[in-house]
C-alpha cells in the first residue's frame, strides 16, 4: 500500500519560513520523481516545485529564490524549504509522487498539510 504523508505546514508570518516534508512507503522512492503542489480557495491546483529521481529540480515563477525541493532517498522523503513566505502562499500543501511501471505512467498523493501565512 502507497502511502505519502506531509508534514509541517503551520501558521506563520509574513517574511516567515517553513520546511514541508513527505516520508513515502510502498514505492521505491529513489526511482520515483516527486513533486509539491498547492491548491488554494477557489483556485485550481498548481505546481509548486518538482525533483526527479537523479536530482534535477524545476520551480513555479512565483516561488524562484524563494522555496527549494530536496530529496533524502535513505528517508524516503522529500522536503520543501520555504522561505521569504506571502500571504499568496497561503494554500493546502500536497505532496506527489510519480514514475513509471512497465511503461505506463502512475501517481500518488499524500492528504496534504495546510500552510497559512499571514500579512
Known amino acids: 500500500q502507497v502511502q505519502l504523508v506531509e508534514s509541517g505546514g503551520g501558521l506563520v508570518q509574513a517574511g516567515g519560513s517553513l520546511r514541508l516534508s513527505c516520508v513515502a512507503s510502498?514505492?521505491?522512492?529513489?526511482?520515483?520523481?516527486m513533486g509539491w503542489y498547492r491548491q488554494a480557495p477557489g483556485k485550481q491546483r498548481e505546481l509548486v516545485a518538482a525533483i526527479t529521481s537523479g536530482g534535477s529540480s524545476n520551480y513555479a515563477d512565483s516561488v524562484k529564490g524563494r522555496f527549494t525541493i530536496s530529496r533524502d532517498n535513505a528517508k524516503n522523503t522529500v522536503y520543501l524549504q520555504m522561505n521569504s513566505l506571502k500571504p499568496e502562499d497561503t494554500a493546502v500543501y500536497y505532496c506527489?509522487?510519480?514514475?513509471?511501471?512497465?511503461?505506463?505512467?502512475?501517481?500518488?498523493w499524500g492528504q496534504g498539510t495546510q500552510v497559512t501565512v499571514s500579512s
Open positions: 506527489k509522487a510519480m514514475g513509471l511501471v512497465r511503461g505506463v505512467k502512475y501517481e500518488y
Open positions: 510502498g514505492i521505491i522512492f529513489s526511482m520515483n520523481a
